[in-house]
């Protein structure tokens, strides 16, 4: 079975600082992973995705993550937070063949003036 | 560029009542998907369909019904409305499964009181 846990529902940091967004996957096999960003009264968007072509992925707005096969996580970076990063971020897995995607249950990012 | 349309955007229903939410996308997908979002809990998939005709229970389905007679077109039916069933639900598509990401509308608001 897969799962993804998103560890801390909130997060809060200064404009300007790093922003770190942590994902780990459950999978016996390897997974394609995805983070989406959800402002609010919207639907998800796609931030960026991992589909095994390369460990560290690049994403909109200055987003990336990494694949760490070793500790089985995807975690979320971006080196310098804007107010306008403030939104509600979920990690997501699927397994190839499967169907549809499992979601973690978010993280709320706040970034303070 | 209307993507994947959801109507109603809000709705209030009382216990015991039906409706159908509408959801409707224009790239052509094969696959489209329901989910319900409750507070803290990440997205529920709720069903989904690979192609016209074809559709399949997730992980929460129960009180909930759904067709896909289009391609373009995924509504889903709630029979009987429960306090339960209070939430924001979102619908996707996506080209195929596993390793393409989905595209969201944003969202239907329905309470249930």
């Known amino acids: 079975a897969q799962s993804v846990t998103q560890l801390g529902s909130h997060v809060s940091v200064s404009e300007g600082a790093l922003v770190l967004l942590r994902c780990n996957y459950s999978s016996s096999v390897p997974p394609y992973l995805f983070w989406y960003v959800q402002y609010p009264n919207q639907g998800l968007q796609l931030l960026l995705k991992?589909?095994?072509?390369?460990?560290l992925v690049k994403g909109i707005n200055g987003f990336e993550a990494e694949f760490k096969k070793s500790e089985t996580s995807f975690h979320l970076t971006k080196p310098s937070a804007h107010m306008s990063d403030a939104a509600e971020y979920f990690c997501?897995?699927?397994?190839?063949?499967?169907?549809?995607?499992?979601f973690g249950s978010g993280t709320r990012l706040q970034v303070q003036p | 560029n209307a993507g994947v349309t959801q109507t109603p955007k809000f709705r209030i229903l009382k216990i015991g009542q039906s409706m159908t939410l509408q959801c409707t996308q224009d790239?052509?997908?094969?696959?489209m998907y329901w989910y319900r979002q409750d507070p803290g809990m990440g997205l529920k998939l709720i069903y989904y369909s690979v192609g016209a005709g074809i559709t399949d229970k997730g992980e929460v389905p129960n009180g909930y019904n759904v067709s896909r007679s289009t391609t373009e077109d995924f509504p889903l039916r709630l029979e009987l409305a429960a306090p339960s069933q209070t939430s924001v639900y979102f619908c996707?598509?996506?080209?195929?499964?596993?390793?393409?990401?989905?595209?969201f509308g944003d969202g239907t608001r329905l309470s249930i009181l």
């Open positions: 997501a897995v699927s397994l190839a063949g499967r169907r549809a995607l499992t």
């Open positions: 991992y589909t095994s072509a390369a460990t």
């Open positions: 996707a598509s996506s080209p195929t499964g596993s390793d393409q990401p989905q595209h």
């Open positions: 790239m052509n997908h094969n696959y």
